[in-house]
């Protein structure tokens, strides 16, 4: 039998070149040779519909195929991408923008102001700050093919900043056929104007996402600056290849199997830094915060005081010294809006940051009525620092010794679909759930997506209180950058006395690649762009 232990270089290039796929024999004629990026990213591509999950990975695949509005360069300020020329009215309701020239599907069909209109109302359905944004819009319509006008019931001065968003949903725009599909039901087809076309018949969930170059593409005249810029392709495709083992994944760069690895394992980063033709590059905004998520529907966590008894359990250093064993990425921070931002504050976050007690953990579950019902739990077993994540939680709740707990272990997929759920988790839901968002996205309170709490409207978990949310509008509409954060500080302390959900860590992970290989790297936070790259 062939395993890791007794062969590991054949093993290797067995489960890369499963991945892969065979190259096949040369033609007769030598054909000019096809640029082909292989890149391992930190998850399978699973949904084609990138406004159906918050996952990042359904982000990097949108990115590839569909443009936006509006794009956010390297130094995080938003650029016209889509748009030429936009313009505002005095009160600051109504922003009159005008697409620029040469915008094409990949079916060949132009793309027009009816489908940006489409687009941006389904996305506004589904996305966090979308829904705030449409909270806010009186109208939205398509004035000629080329035009259209956003008016405002306010001056709602986070329009731009909302439509360059690089967190997820990114409010990409297709083809207005797929975006009158219900913003509940997933799309199917994917006809995109980005730089890259999906090859559905190529498309091998568990194994390889194929992208090739979309060659009527025309880019901004603007040089490549991360998501903003001239996009730039030039190579003929690119690979997602999905490696699930961080081992074989960090094997397979150091092999020249692939080109790039978007999210390598902290464990190895020394081995990486010191092979010749690998670098590792990190966005200084490249942080990630880890959040434990809780169900506010079902008991235990529907009473406030269970959600509240967590801090006394829970650990924040336990898991950056797992899952970010490197000091120089880790940082303790106690902040809902993450550290190392403008909105940084740890305000009311005594009860979390003080001593551990279990005890009090016990008093608070009883006084929310909990009487050892089971916490179930989805444990994600197939996710680079979910998995970690998780092993830690269930180690540090078991700890305390009164709690009951049913940890169901699925593959990340998995709990996607299941945290959608609303029933009980007797019925197939859910108690408890551990995921991330990045520090670029939690420093605001309005892109900030699992932090909400609009009840029906917020993220998977629903939480629900509206003195928070009131304080999110007036943060929004707060004349500058003083008041702002003088709201974050009541927002703090409101998150924290209703727990919307517990960050358990912020750490940050480069991206390696073959420095021998590629040039021309673009490093974004969380969503990495793969045009301007360039094969040696």
Not at 210 to 220: A, G, T
């Amino acid at each position: 039998m062939l395993t890791r232990a007794k062969f590991p270089e054949l093993w290797l290039a067995t489960a890369v070149l499963a991945a892969v796929g065979s190259i096949g024999a040369p033609d007769a004629v030598a054909q000019p040779k096809e640029k082909v990026l292989r890149a391992a990213m930190h998850a399978d591509v699973r949904t084609v519909d990138p406004f159906w999950t918050t996952q990042t990975i359904a982000a990097i695949h949108g990115l590839m195929v569909y443009d936006t509005l509006f794009s956010s360069d390297i130094n995080l300020d938003p650029k016209p991408q889509m748009v030429e020329s936009w313009t505002v009215s005095p009160d600051r309701k109504v922003y009159t923008f005008k697409l620029r020239d040469g915008l094409k599907f990949h079916d060949g069909t132009a793309v027009t102001s009816k489908d940006v209109v489409a687009s941006m109302n389904r996305w506004g359905k589904r996305d966090g700050a979308g829904k705030q944004l449409m909270g806010y819009t009186k109208a939205l319509t398509a004035k000629d093919a080329k035009t259209f006008e956003w008016a405002l019931t306010e001056p709602y001065g986070l329009l731009i900043d909302i439509l360059a968003k690089t967190g997820t949903s990114i409010p990409f725009v297709m083809r207005e056929k797929e975006a009158l599909v219900d913003a509940f039901s997933q799309i199917q087809e994917v006809v995109g104007s980005g730089p890259f076309m999906f090859k559905r018949d190529e498309w091998v969930p568990g194994s390889k996402t194929v992208y090739v170059k979309f060659k009527e593409y025309i880019p901004r005249k603007e040089p490549a600056s991360g998501h903003a810029g001239g996009k730039v392709v030039k190579v003929d495709r690119v690979e997602f290849i999905w490696l699930s083992d961080p081992q074989t994944a960090q094997s397979a760069l150091v092999a020249g199997e692939i080109d790039y690895l978007e999210n390598p394992a902290i464990d190895f980063m020394p081995n990486l830094k010191k092979t010749p033709g690998i670098k590792l590059e990190v966005h200084p905004a490249m942080g990630t915060m880890g959040i434990l998520q809780l169900n506010h529907l079902h008991p235990p966590f529907n009473n406030v005081k269970a959600r509240q008894a967590m801090y006394y359990l829970i650990n924040n250093a336990d898991y950056l010294n797992t899952i970010a064993a490197d000091e120089s990425l880790q940082t303790l921070c106690f902040s809902y809006f993450g550290c190392g931002v403008s909105m940084e504050t740890d305000a009311g976050s005594e009860p979390y940051k003080g001593a551990k007690n279990i005890a009090r953990a016990e008093q608070l579950f009883k006084e929310a009525g909990y009487k050892g019902e089971p916490i179930t739990i989805l444990h994600a077993t197939d996710h680079q620092y979910i998995n970690p994540a998780n092993l830690v939680m269930i180690q540090q709740l078991r700890k305390a010794g009164f709690l009951k707990l049913d940890v169901q272990a699925m593959d990340w997929g998995s709990v996607v679909s299941r945290r959608a759920k609303k029933e009980t988790p007797a019925q197939g839901g859910w108690n408890i759930f551990i995921t991330g968002t990045t520090v670029l996205t939690s420093s605001s309170p309005v892109t900030h997506t699992s932090i909400g709490m609009g009840c029906d409207k917020a993220w998977f978990g629903w939480p629900c209180d509206k003195k928070f949310e009131d304080l999110r509008k007036d943060w929004a509409f707060a004349p500058d950058i003083a008041a702002r954060k003088k709201i974050a500080v009541e927002l703090s302390k409101r998150a924290y006395d209703q727990v919307p959900y517990i960050s358990f860590a912020q750490w940050r992970n480069p991206v390696a690649y073959r420095s021998d290989r590629l040039s021309g790297v673009q490093t974004m936070p969380s969503v990495p762009p793969m045009w301007n790259i360039e094969t040696k």
